[in-house]
């Protein structure tokens, strides 16, 4: 089985840190066949600062390095595979991704637990994920910001449930860390997979950035108006740059 899900996907090394090729046609095959393996599989929508992180951070690469699936976000990464390895990786935007997973799963009637957000983001998330996904088996919720001593409840309830998909959200303390962390206490089956975001938008509060802004790599400066010293990325991104042709001159990566 596992040798059938490398045939529809590529993993490629980009700086060090993984990053699989999957074509949108692929994307059920690989789901379902790592769905039937009975373990835990852990997603990873890698941006480029998630990226630098994992070059920084050893537990951060770790967790990345051990995902089941690693889906780059940023155009700048699909540049870079393209300078190193001088292939083509295919790039999804954040929300497409999930709502893709969820058309995937809801197909064969699978399940989905949700966690984060503010509790009425996450009420009308998923009121509009039943109605937008009906034959998906929404088996669990539960708001973020919770506390401490209510955790090891949730991680047991997640645990009987069983769900297919773990989808966590903003408000969960330690964001995709939380995951890694209990990534035993949480079972050992099903997807899991961390997108700030994804409540806010599928509850109407926030909205993703547009087709255009996304396909020619700006949605990023919605961000830093929304935060202005996102502007300072203006470093790291040239850091990036200069590791991309010093690998390109000096360094032969598998």
Not at 85 to 107: C, H, N, W
Not at 113 to 128: A, H, P
């Amino acid at each position: 089985m596992e040798t059938e899900t490398k045939e529809k996907r590529q993993r490629v090394n980009l700086l060090k840190v993984p990053i699989d090729i999957i074509a949108p046609d692929q994307l059920g095959d690989v789901v379902y066949d790592l769905l039937k393996e009975k373990k835990e599989h852990n997603i990873v929508l890698l941006s480029l600062w998630d990226l630098l992180r994992a070059r920084r951070n050893n537990d951060y690469r770790s967790y990345v390095t051990r995902a089941s699936i690693v889906i780059p976000i940023s155009k700048s990464l699909i540049r870079g595979v393209k300078f190193l390895k001088g292939q083509k990786a295919i790039r999804y935007m954040p929300f497409d991704f999930v709502v893709s997973l969820l058309t995937i799963l809801e197909q064969r009637e699978f399940s989905c637990y949700l966690l984060g957000g503010k509790i009425k983001v996450l009420l009308k998330t998923e009121k509009n994920i039943r109605q937008t996904f009906p034959r998906l088996r929404i088996v669990g919720r539960f708001p973020g910001h919770f506390k401490r001593h209510d955790e090891s409840t949730i991680i047991k309830a997640i645990k009987k449930a069983s769900p297919s998909l773990l989808l966590v959200g903003k408000g969960v303390r330690g964001e995709e860390r939380w995951i890694a962390r209990h990534n035993l206490a949480l079972g050992n089956s099903g997807l899991r997979l961390w997108c700030s975001d994804i409540f806010d938008v599928f509850a109407e509060k926030k909205k993703h950035p547009s087709r255009g802004a996304f396909n020619h790599g700006m949605e990023w400066i919605g961000y830093c108006f929304q935060k202005p010293i996102k502007f300072l990325r203006f470093f790291p991104y040239m850091y990036y740059n200069l590791l991309l042709l010093i690998y390109k001159i000096f360094v032969r990566e598998k």
